[in-house]
């Protein structure tokens, strides 16, 4: 037995939301993801309010509260692609995920909390990251000179979670 997860497009209002990043120091994909999420839900009012309407219809017994927790976790949801190539004096590696960014809804109860339910908003992820030969840098003898990571927010997503038999 095993578990298939689905996920189906929930919204789609004024998007899609894109920011590029460049650097010298290699992404923490996962990190970024996560906070670029953050920084959406926060500063962007479409995706606040879409983010409030998709909680304000989830079904929770009568005086529940569901607020959104701070408590972000990216899934890498598919990878269609990833490829690297080094040859002579250079290289780069370059790929292409989709990740799923679980936000637990959190109720208090008497003793504690739980989490009845999970947004999940999908993020499209594109990264390149270029290597230059180099003498200092050891066993590999490449040094990182730059990489560029794009995000874009699709929307949030509807997953369901089945039983496999």
């Not at 995920?97 to 959190?106: A, D, G, M, N, R």
């Amino acid at each position: 037995m095993g578990l298939v997860l689905t996920a189906s497009l929930a919204c789609a209002g004024n998007l899609p939301k894109t920011v590029v990043k460049e650097s010298t120091k290699e992404f923490d994909i996962e990190a970024e993801v996560v906070a670029f999420y953050s920084d959406l839900v926060k500063y962007d009012e479409n995706v606040s309010e879409e983010q409030q309407r998709l909680i304000g219809r989830i079904e929770v017994d009568p005086g529940t509260t569901l607020r959104p927790s701070d408590n972000l976790h990216a899934i890498c949801w598919r990878t269609p692609e990833f490829y690297n190539e080094f040859r002579g004096a250079k290289g780069f590696r370059e790929g292409e995920y989709i990740y799923l960014v679980q936000q637990p809804l959190t109720s208090h109860i008497v003793r504690g909390y739980q989490h009845p339910a999970n947004l999940f908003a999908k993020i499209h992820a594109k990264w390149r990251a270029d290597f230059s030969e180099d003498e200092k840098n050891g066993e590999d003898g490449f040094s990182l000179k730059s990489n560029r990571l794009e995000l874009k927010f699709e929307g949030f997503v509807d997953v369901k979670v089945e039983e496999v038999k």
